[in-house]
């Protein structure tokens, strides 16, 4: 209830509309961003406080020199719950069918060792990825860089629906983690994380596309599928946060292991396998000193990656799909700056080397393109970049104009044939924020870019993404350019518990091709001609987040607007479209009294699809929740609610879903709970949306799990 605080619902955390940058229990970051361990599982009965730390920069050197929009979220424990092992065990079982959940979570905060660890089984919609997703990440390169320069071909695998997923997941899933930071001396830290974590996924789905073509026919898919994944990963650290040094060295490991396996009807009826594993090493490496007035940066990452996947096609004449790629990438780079007075002046310089291997092959289809290769690429990127910064009490203002020199070596050793590629590109920006007082503050940026083609598309085979969709690149060797103006108010004022934030911006792309729809039997392959075409979006977000009787109730507004206008081409024809989207959600939580609480949230979307100048299509959503939670004395709890959902069609048809719940908690103890969690007690098991993709509309049908009812007990340690 924490105003100008909003968490998403993937867990992530918001303070006045920008994601903190860094979550610490008192004061120590030892989660490596995932801090849903923590907020998922400790018990609000041992936090004393929640610390808002504004503009947070975690990195001392650097504190007064750059400037952070972010905040930073510091949890304070009780004194009871210091220097000792607290935990919380929870067990539960339900039905139907079977259902059970089970967890162990312990935790010791101490002057020089803090653990976590966690280990839970679940099969009642819970999913591991809420508490083992990264939500922060230490960004130690420019802006320039792009962390994935490969795409993966095969794309099958969850499914998602725009509603809450424990409402959809029909699963069976494992998490274990432990998290461990040790402190060896003045500002000195060793970390070790390590998680493993499976999901697995039953799914009913269905769809229906229209093409909004009548030459082409609609489709339909009715598709019974089961995901498996496996994740183990682990992390090793070194750090060292000094006022005039700091340096942080990271070592990755992750192995994941996903398949999927799918039973398909409707326009074809088939069976679809994929196995897309991946497994990867990266060594992360960050310096930063203060030597007087100068401040040197060096920043390096070594990564290797291997994918060796799979897509298979069983119908009348099988289709095999084979991919195996191995990526090694090293990125070193380095600043150095001076500081005079008020301002900061960086050369920034660097090179980034990628090798990636690829080997596919594509048997049992039929076509008219190439369908196997062995390609080797060798890319090379080197840059330089000037910079400066301009800090006083009311302004900031930074200014960059980096140079990149990009070598392409292609090696296709199945078609024989050698490409070598030079190109020169370049990326300014500027930005510049003024405080207008210590509660309001205005920012705006500019940014160009003149970029080359990715080298993907100098890749010269076609590729199956799943049993109906094909792809193929085409060598393109003009540039993009990419265009941007953005703007930020924000305001803010603790005392008063409001805060207001408004974002906008403005972007105007050139490219030099045209991604083109070629309908193919029963096949849709997507591919690129090189005609030259701008696309535009423009994109409004603002929120508002007030406190009442004095912090215990929030009322919070947030409100966006979204429109796309670009051509894309089917059957070789273009077809200019634009997309609007506009979303309104408001919410209201707190507690009225001491005894009763309301929790609503509301969202409403309008979206509208234009094709050659004529709406073809425009679909509405109404989502809503509303909890009400009774409190009769500080030993019990008993909640209910519901969630309804609203769809509009384009066709005129609309459906609703409700859906009702309940709890009741007992607090038999300090150190026991009671707890019978209802949920679905009208037993619904459909949920239909509509969505767009690339010049057409899909509605979808998707599976819930039906009524169920779980009885749990929690115990604290």
């Known amino acids: 209830r924490l105003p100008g605080i909003k968490v998403e619902e993937n867990g992530e955390i918001k303070y006045n509309g920008e994601p903190i940058n860094k979550f610490y229990i008192d004061g120590v970051d030892f989660m490596d961003g995932r801090y849903g361990l923590a907020t998922e599982n400790i018990a609000p009965s041992d936090v004393a406080s929640v610390e808002v730390l504004e503009n947070h920069q975690p990195i001392q050197v ?19 719950a210091r220097h ?27 002057g020089n060792w803090q653990n976590m660890e966690t280990v839970r089984v679940n099969n009642t919609g819970w999913n591991p990825a809420s508490q083992s997703q990264r939500h922060t990440e230490d960004r130690i390169f420019s802006a320039g860089y792009t962390d994935n320069l490969w795409e993966d071909y095969i794309s099958v695998g969850q499914a998602f629906s725009p509603i809450d997923e424990r409402r959809t997941r029909d699963n069976l899933s494992v998490l274990a983690n432990t998290s461990n930071s040790w402190r060896v001396g003045d500002g000195k830290d060793i970390k070790f994380n390590l998680t493993y974590e499976s999901d697995r996924l039953d799914y009913v789905t269905g769809y229906e596309t229209n093409y909004f073509d009548e030459n082409i026919a609609s489709f339909t898919e009715r598709n019974k599928m089961r995901t498996q994944a496996y994740r183990l990963g682990s992390q090793w650290a070194y750090q060292l946060n000094r006022p005039t040094l700091f340096l942080k060295d990271n070592f990755y490991i992750d192995a994941v292991w996903n398949k999927a396996v799918s039973d398909i009807g409707g326009t074809l009826s088939l069976s679809q ?66 500081l005079i007075s008020r301002w900061s002046i960086y050369v920034r310089g660097g090179m980034d080397f990628d090798h990636h291997r690829l080997n596919s092959d594509l048997q049992g289809l039929e076509i008219s393109y190439p369908t196997e290769n062995d390609m080797n690429f060798s890319l090379l990127n080197t840059y330089i970049s000037p910079e400066a910064s301009y800090k006083s009490q009311k302004w900031l203002l930074t200014l960059s104009a980096p140079v990149y020199y990009h070598l392409y070596d292609v090696r296709n050793k199945t078609a024989s044939e050698n490409l070598t590629k030079n190109y020169i590109a370049i990326g300014p920006s500027f930005y510049l924020r003024y405080q207008i007082n210590a509660k309001l503050d ?86 690129f001609q090189p005609v030259d075409n701008d696309d535009k979006n423009l994109t409004i977000n603002g929120s508002l987040s007030k406190g009442l009787m004095s912090g215990r109730i929030t009322l919070s507004l947030d409100a966006g607007y979204k429109q796309e206008w670009a051509t894309s081409m089917r059957q070789n024809t273009e077809l200019p479209y634009i997309l609007k989207t506009v979303a309104v959600q408001p919410n209201l939580k707190g507690y009225f009294t001491k005894w ?10 309008n979206n509208a699809l234009n094709i050659n100048e004529d709406e073809k299509s425009n679909y509405q959503v109404l989502k809503q929740n509303l909890t009400f939670t009774f409190v009769p004395d500080t030993d019990w709890q008993i909640a209910a609610g519901g969630e309804h959902y609203y769809t509009r069609f384009s066709s005129g048809n609309s459906v609703n879903l409700v859906l009702l719940d309940a709890s009741v908690r007992w607090s038999v103890s300090k150190r ?28 979808y049908m998707y599976g819930l799990r039906g009524r169920n009812v779980m009885a749990s007990i929690q115990i604290r340690l």
Do not use: C
């Not at 026991?672 to 098991?685: A, E, H």
């Open 62 to 80: 650097l504190r007064g020199l750059e400037f952070s929009q972010q905040a930073g979220l510091n949890i304070k424990l009780r004194e009871e």
């Open 84 to 110: 000792k092992w607290v935990g919380i065990l929870n067990g539960g079982t339900g039905f139907s069918p079977l259902l059970y959940d089970a967890s162990v979570f312990a935790m010791r905060i101490a």
């Open 273 to 338: 396998r994929a196995k897309t594993p991946s497994f990867g090493a990266t060594n992360d490496l960050q310096l930063v000193k203060r030597i007087d007035n100068h401040l040197l940066t060096i920043s390096s990452r070594n990564r290797y990656i291997y994918k060796p996947q799979s897509l298979n096609i069983i119908t009348g004449k099988p289709v095999l799909q084979d991919i195996t790629t191995g990526d090694f990438r090293s990125v070193t780079e380095g600043r150095y700056g001076w």
């Open 442 to 527: 205005l920012a705006a940026q500019l940014k160009y870019s003149l970029t080359p083609p990715e080298a993907g598309m100098y890749v010269q085979n076609i590729f199956m993404t799943n049993f109906r969709d094909l792809y193929m690149s085409e060598p393109v060797s003009e540039y993009r350019e990419e265009r941007s103006a953005a703007f930020s108010l924000r305001y803010r004022n603790p005392i008063t518990s409001l805060f207001f934030n408004l974002v906008g911006k403005f972007e105007w792309n050139h490219n030099p091709h045209m991604q083109n729809q070629l309908f193919i039997d029963d096949y849709i392959l997507t591919t």
């Open 596 to 605: 009763f609480s309301v929790d609503y949230r509301l969202l409403y979307t």
């Open 672 to 699: 026991v709970d009671l707890s019978v969690v209802g949920m679905n007690f009208l037993n619904k098991r459909e949920y239909r949306y509509a969505s767009y993709g690339m010049l057409d509309e899909t509605n």
